[in-house]
């Protein structure tokens, strides 16, 4: 019965979670892009040298350093927040989010190794793939039931009723 209730709460999870991965995996080739147009290929090198004479205690810090900065940044999103300037609010947050994962995503592969180094660390990366795994599997259904429907495959009412709204749609445009 619990478990029944809380299903829309892990779901729910689950697509945050596949979105911040989703935004992960979008992102680090992007990062990959503006270090290569940028003089940041230099910095990467000199990054790795650095953290390659660390520990991997050290290298957790340099890890969590870059996004410290990145705090003030969302506070200022969420003042804008408060005071009512919407668009200026989720431009500063969304903003922030995308920076922030990408330098994590910049950082991370910097000093992955390193950090896998360490027993606790490398468990819990296991344990976040594992969790994204769980989570693909959890939405997999419903994003094969969102694409049956739009696509206007399958039976039930759903479905017949996007197929009347297509072919609505299409006698629409086949009018003018």
């Known amino acids: 019965m619990l478990r029944r209730l809380l299903q829309p709460v892990w779901i729910l999870l689950a697509i945050i979670f596949l979105i911040e991965a989703w935004l992960w995996d979008h992102l680090e080739p992007i990062v990959a892009r503006v270090v290569a147009a940028f003089p940041l290929a ?3 090198e000199w990054l790795t040298e650095r953290v390659d004479a660390l520990s ?7 890890f969590a350093v870059p996004i410290i900065p990145l705090f003030p940044l969302k506070l200022v999103g969420l003042w804008l927040l408060t005071h009512e300037y919407w668009m200026s609010a989720v431009f500063t947050i969304l903003f922030a989010k995308l920076l922030g994962v990408g330098v994590t995503a910049f950082v991370f592969d910097v000093t992955r190794d390193k950090l896998l180094e360490m027993a606790w660390f490398e468990r ?5 793939m594992m969790i994204r795994a769980k989570s693909t599997a959890l939405v997999e259904p419903m994003k094969q039931r969102l ?3 739009i696509s206007g495959n ?7 009723t996007f197929r009347l709204i297509q072919r609505f749609r299409k006698s629409v445009h086949e009018a003018r």
């Open 56 to 62: 991997p205690a050290m290298t957790l810090i340099v």
């Open 42 to 44: 230099r910095l990467k």
């Open 124 to 128: 819990l990366y296991d344990f976040v």
């Open 147 to 149: 694409k049956e429907i």
């Open 154 to 160: 399958g039976e039930g009412w759903s479905a017949r």
